[in-house]
């Protein structure tokens, strides 16, 4: 089946008691049992609920993966996968990541004897090799990257680092299992915010984790059971109706945010645009060869003092200031008060991530007003 297709069939069969098109609301903690051992597939919420399979189940066949799990946040899915590590372990990542990761990896892993190292996403492959010690573990990427917008050549770091015996991970939740197919290109784990463009409107936290290694999704399931950081059958619901609309969103974000990107690179007020779809972008190529459409993100460095900046976002109209991303509406955030700001300034500052920087998420709105409402703005 196509992904459109996928999106809105995969794991949600009708419901065979009733016929329900719709997967229902299995609204329970726990299970009946007709004797020690023998239940019907499902003792207890927190180890498995059929509205939460039939949503882990659809987001595997959305990434072409064998098997998904759901968790309560982005941030508990990144947990579960990095529970595949143990005390002085140690990881390679790139620096131009979410603030949250950054803040699990510096202020939790690191308080049980877990190290992370930052390149910069463009660095070359042997740079990434070069990093490698004898006790690396782990290579994780994001791509595109939040929030400048640079991309990693997944393939190839993913050769690489299975030369290494390493286990690669992909954050994909900026370019969606729509437009990227990480699992495709050699990496191990896909992680996503679900929060984001998977749901798309704005209601549920949730996050995912997709594999088609069955050792490795075993190991990552024992954890989310032990943990416990799974989301509730309604938010599960949700999410699964959220999904429906992705094919059709995701195209809309892309030609929404391709026609505010050109925009923006011509506006005099303007100093820089971060956006993977123009040509004047230096992973342009990559973002043609690796994904299928380029996003519905675009960030730029606005040409002008910080007080200033801090003045002129409160006249958007259409456009709210808000953190988080994806939603069919349009935002715009500010990174370094608000999603990096568990980031120290000189290592933001020294990544690029300025206090004149503004991420928007380009919602499925109309184009003109979108245009208009930035044009006010900027002036």
Request: hydrophobic fraction near 40%; proline fraction near 4%.
């Amino acid at each position: 089946m196509k992904f459109a297709t996928r999106a809105i069939h995969a794991g949600q069969e009708p419901d065979p008691s009733t016929g329900a098109v719709m997967t229902p609301i299995f609204q329970t903690s726990t299970y009946a049992q007709a004797g020690l051992g023998e239940h019907k597939g499902y003792e207890y919420s927190r180890s498995g609920n059929p509205t939460r399979t039939a949503l882990e189940s659809c987001l595997a066949a959305l990434e072409n993966g064998q098997h998904g799990l759901a968790y309560a946040s982005g941030l508990a899915a990144e947990h579960a996968v990095l529970s595949l590590l143990s005390a002085g372990d140690h990881l390679i990542s790139c620096d131009d990541l979410y603030g949250g990761t950054y803040r699990l990896f510096e202020r939790v892993l690191k308080r049980y004897n877990v190290e992370a190292s930052y390149l910069s996403a463009s660095a070359s492959v042997e740079a990434y090799e070069q990093a490698i010690r004898p006790n690396t573990k782990m290579l994780w990427l994001e791509t595109p990257t939040n929030p400048l917008l640079n991309l990693v050549d997944i393939q190839a770091l993913a050769e690489m680092g299975h030369r290494h015996k390493l286990i690669v991970v992909v954050d994909n939740t900026f370019a969606s299992p729509y437009f990227q197919q990480p699992l495709q290109l050699g990496a191990d784990i896909v992680v996503h915010s679900t929060t984001k463009y998977i749901n798309g409107h704005s209601d549920v936290i949730g996050g995912a984790s997709i594999t088609n290694d069955a050792a490795l999704h075993e190991s990552i399931k024992f954890y989310q059971n032990a943990a416990g950081g799974v989301p509730g059958p309604f938010d599960s619901w949700l999410t699964m109706r959220g999904i429906k609309t992705l094919a059709v969103r995701m195209r809309q974000h892309a030609e929404n945010a391709m026609t505010m990107a050109r925009f923006l690179s011509e506006h005099p007020r303007v100093e820089k645009v971060y956006y993977p779809g123009l040509p004047s972008h230096p992973d342009h190529e990559l973002a043609k060869r690796q994904m299928s459409g380029f996003g519905g993100m675009v960030s730029f460095q606005f040409k002008g003092s910080y007080d200033e900046m801090t003045r002129i976002v409160r006249r958007f109209k259409v456009f709210a200031l808000a953190e988080s991303l994806g939603g069919v509406e349009s935002l715009v955030c500010h990174p370094a008060s608000m999603t990096h700001a568990s980031i120290p300034r000189e290592i933001r500052e020294a990544r690029g991530l300025t206090d004149t920087l503004l991420r928007l998420s380009v919602g499925i709105e109309d184009i003109e007003d979108l245009l208009a409402d930035l044009e006010q703005v900027l002036g």
